[in-house]
Structure formats: structure tokens, C-alpha cells
């Protein structure tokens, strides 16, 4: 996420916070609901973007 610049914190390895914003950043740009968990779907395409 850090690498798409969804992610600008350290990268520390605990799902936090600021984990969840990254994750519902990316949901707005693929239209979901933007919950901050990922669905496989989700996983697969943020997968395909790298």
C-alpha cells in the first residue's frame, strides 16, 4: 500500500489505525464500501495494481 501511496506511514507491521485509512483509500477508488477491511476481491485487485 506503501508502494500506491495509500500508505505514508512507517511501515511497522501492526494493522492499525492508519492501516484501516489506507485500506478504505483504496475501497473509494474502487467504489466499495469503504469498511478499512479487505475483501479477497479487494486483496486480488490491490495485487493487480502493483
Known amino acids: 500500500m506503501t508502494a500506491l501511496g ?8 501492526i494493522f492499525a ?3 484501516r485509512a ?3 483509500r483504496l475501497q473509494h477508488e474502487l467504489q466499495a464500501p469503504m ?3 479487505l ?3 479487494e486483496a486480488s485487485k490491490l495485487m493487480t495494481l502493483r
Do not use: C, E, H, M
Request: hydrophobic content about 35%; glycine content about 20%.
Open 35 to 37: 469498511t478499512g477491511r
Open 17 to 19: 489505525a492508519d492501516t
Open 6 to 13: 495509500y500508505y505514508a506511514g512507517a511501515v511497522d507491521g
Open 39 to 41: 475483501t479477497g476481491a
Open 22 to 24: 489506507a485500506i478504505r
